[in-house]
């Protein structure tokens, strides 16, 4: 099983749509959850991190965190054409060692 | 820009020679890591460094790869020997103390072995 799982994608929804993307991850032990999103032949960019179970609002970013599910989210509201880019899920764990585990990432399509 | 700056942004290495990525964190952050990406590959963790100590190289491959974090100067990733399998996106990133470890992503280095 992998540490941080994400469906590949690509996700495609229409300009306006909402965008739900799903992470889950297999450390319960973990403490931070982070989004980040990543244009192609750039840096990862940190977009909202979380740290308590429930909501977590951003302008049109929303990020939602289930622990006992083990489960973190991130809702874009009114997708724009610009949240088009590889979006990555990250789980720091503080057990075991001290490192972040990136999921494999899921690409967004908006569509114009 | 006070961002995390890396240089050089692209490396181009014979098979055999050594490459050193080097990676100023952002002003007030002392904790630095590193990681690769390989096209349409994710980021795989390597190191975890504060100031002069490493807390975290479970990712580093055993040989020929290593990280300091000077108590001046910038981090410094050593490749030595490099082989084509080096090639890839070599990505710094630092955080502050007590951040609940939020990372900050420099351009990173594109290093080509050939």
């Known amino acids: 099983q992998k540490e941080v799982e994400q469906n590949s994608g690509p996700l495609s929804v229409p300009e306006g749509a909402i965008a739900s993307l799903n992470c889950t991850y297999s450390?319960?032990?973990?403490?931070?959850f982070f989004w980040y999103r990543q244009y192609s032949g750039k840096s990862p960019e940190l977009i909202m991190s979380?740290?308590?179970?429930g909501d977590k609002e951003d302008g049109r970013f929303t990020a939602q965190l289930n622990k006992a599910s083990q489960y973190v989210s991130l809702l874009i509201r009114d997708s724009q054409p610009s949240d088009s880019a590889t979006y990555l899920c990250a789980v720091f764990s503080g057990t075991g060692g001290f490192k972040t585990i990136f999921g494999a990432g899921t690409r967004l399509f908006v569509k114009a | 820009n006070a961002g995390v700056m890396q240089n050089p942004r692209h490396l181009v290495r014979r098979r055999g020679q050594e490459a050193r990525l080097r990676c100023s964190p952002m002003?007030?952050?002392?904790?630095v890591y590193w990681y690769r990406q390989l096209p349409e590959e994710g980021l795989k963790f390597m190191v975890y460094l504060q100031k002069e100590n490493i807390i975290d190289e479970s990712g580093m491959p055993k040989e020929r790869f290593s990280a300091e974090f000077p108590k001046e100067g910038p981090s410094i990733l050593r490749i030595q020997q490099v082989v084509r399998g080096d090639s890839a996106a070599y990505f710094c990133?630092?955080?502050?103390?007590?951040?609940?470890?939020?990372?900050?992503f420099g351009p990173g280095t594109r290093l080509t072995v050939t």
């Open positions: 990133a630092s955080s502050p103390q007590g951040s609940y470890y939020e990372q900050y």
């Open positions: 979380i740290y308590s179970n």
């Open positions: 450390d319960r032990g973990s403490q931070s």
């Open positions: 002003k007030g952050h002392s904790h």
